[in-house]
């Protein structure tokens, strides 16, 4: 079965500098979130979409946006990288069931800001 | 606001013993509730699901019984293998009739079988 894609699964940048994630969910699936998990921590909520608009925002600095495209796709834009955004970044899709519906998480992609 | 709490690890077991990982949670209304698995170096994998109360999810040997009187989610094996080395998040999903659930996550449990 089709799974959510993530890439780059690695990543590494500089200081200051701009990263951007790309999530492809699974098939007919609408829906997709981004967490970010610390080394040692348990995922955030970052940002999530529905249907290309923004359902719901947790803990996302400012320095990071998202979007959702007409394919479901979708990509975490991050800008003035600091150190403290190196972690492993989630993208997770759904299909509303109500709910009962699941979300179902990519590798992820793992930034390294140095 | 929602949250999760899990038992403090880790926790180490010797192959075939039996395995509980507690789980409470704090939420208004009817959460979905959730145990997720991390291999090393890879993504979360759905282990298990309940959504209503007494509800009892199961996979691969592993159980979890959505016990809202006691806001509680354990996981339990009967006889744990060294594959089952990993960490394992307990989450929550808000009700509330909406598609658009964040996940709210435990702080994991890790979770090493020896031989």
């Known amino acids: 079965a089709a799974g959510v894609i993530q890439s780059p699964r690695h990543l590494i940048k500089e200081k200051r500098e701009t990263a951007t994630l790309k999530c492809y969910p699974i098939?007919?699936?609408?829906?997709v979130y981004w967490y970010q998990q610390g080394p040692g921590q348990d995922p955030q909520f970052l940002i999530s979409?529905?249907?290309?608009?923004?359902?719901d925002k947790g803990s996302i600095p400012d320095r990071f946006s998202a979007q959702q495209f007409s394919d479901y796709h979708s990509e975490l834009n991050m800008s003035s990288l600091e150190l403290g955004d190196s972690a492993l970044y989630f993208c997770?899709?759904?299909?509303?069931?109500?709910?009962?519906?699941?979300?179902?998480f990519g590798p992820g992609t793992r930034l390294t800001v140095l | 606001g929602n949250s999760v709490t899990q038992m403090e690890g880790p926790v180490t077991l010797s192959e075939e013993a039996f395995l509980t990982i507690n789980c409470t949670y704090t939420a208004t209304g009817y959460p979905s509730l959730f145990w997720y698995v991390q291999y090393p170096g890879e993504g979360l994998q759905l282990l298990l699901k309940?959504?209503?109360?007494?509800d009892k999810g199961s996979n691969k040997g592993f159980e979890a019984t959505y016990r809202k009187e006691t806001t509680s989610f354990h996981l339990e094996k009967g006889s744990v293998q060294v594959s089952d080395s990993a960490v394992y998040f307990c989450?929550?999903?808000?009700?509330?009739?909406?598609?658009?659930?964040?996940?709210?996550f435990g702080q994991g449990t890790i979770l090493t079988v020896h031989p």
């Open positions: 997770a899709s759904s299909f509303p069931q109500g709910n009962t519906d699941t979300q179902y």
């Open positions: 309940a959504t209503k109360a007494d």
């Open positions: 098939p007919r699936h609408d829906t």
């Open positions: 979409f529905y249907e290309k608009m923004q359902s």
């Open positions: 989450a929550l999903r808000a009700s509330g009739g909406t598609s658009y659930g964040k996940l709210t």
